[in-house]
């Protein structure tokens, strides 16, 4: 089966594209875009990966779910497209860089600067039906995301993978601790952002990481 996915991981991941998992996944996919309101836009299911190649990643920020509001989820964790309202969790990240690195809020929630210069932002689900969040947990996607988590661990090194919230901290589990930095803190959402996500730093630590390693720093 054919899976439109930037040549480095469909490359990687050509194994796990062959699996009874993945083309049951994919059937159930297809039959919800056919039924159903899903977001994000077909196109748009592996923006992340297009927007950010396996030997490109130098930051990996993981979400659960997309956004299931009309226009918001376009294939990239915590992103939303220009002109839609920033979801309380991103305004916390940008209230935590101001906070962290002295940058003003930008002018839009679009976070496709980021994955451009290395920050990998996969979201453990990558579909979701409108208004119905968690609807496409426990299809296979997890098990999907969770091999291409191993996938960076394991062939890439010095990688910093940012870990908000109990859901993302499980995934620890999947990476290897002594060639790359995990960085933990609560999960950005309003509900529990003031328990540590903000104040956490994560922006400037990760930065001086990939400076201690040579690596360009990410303009957040």
């Not at 050509?14 to 977001?39: A, G, M, N, P, W």
């Not at 940012?162 to 959402?189: F, R, T, V």
């Amino acid at each position: 089966m054919d899976v439109k996915i930037e040549d480095s991981w469909k490359n990687a991941l050509i194994d796990v594209f062959s699996q009874d998992f993945f083309h049951q996944l994919v059937t159930f996919v297809k039959d919800e875009y056919s039924t159903q309101q899903v977001f994000p836009p077909g196109k748009e299911i592996f923006n992340a990966f297009w927007h950010c190649p396996l030997d490109k990643v130098k930051v990996v920020i993981l979400g659960q779910d997309p956004y299931h509001g009309p226009g918001q989820a376009h294939g990239l964790s915590f992103s939303v497209k220009p002109g839609i309202p920033f979801p309380p969790s991103l305004l916390n990240i940008f209230k935590e860089i101001k906070q962290d690195l002295g940058k003003d809020m930008p002018p839009n929630g679009d976070l496709s600067s980021w994955a451009d210069q290395g920050v990998f932002l996969l979201n453990a689900t990558l579909t979701v039906r409108a208004h119905q969040a968690g609807s496409h947990q426990n299809k296979g996607w997890e098990i999907f995301t969770d091999k291409v988590i191993q996938t960076i661990s394991a062939s890439r090194e010095q990688v910093v993978f940012l870990l908000w919230g109990a859901y993302a901290q499980k995934k620890a589990e999947l990476i290897d601790s002594s060639k790359h930095l995990i960085l933990k803190a609560p999960h950005p959402s309003p509900l529990s952002a003031h328990r540590g996500f903000l104040g956490c730093g994560h922006f400037s630590k990760a930065n001086q990481y990939l400076e201690s390693k040579g690596l360009e720093p990410i303009k957040w």
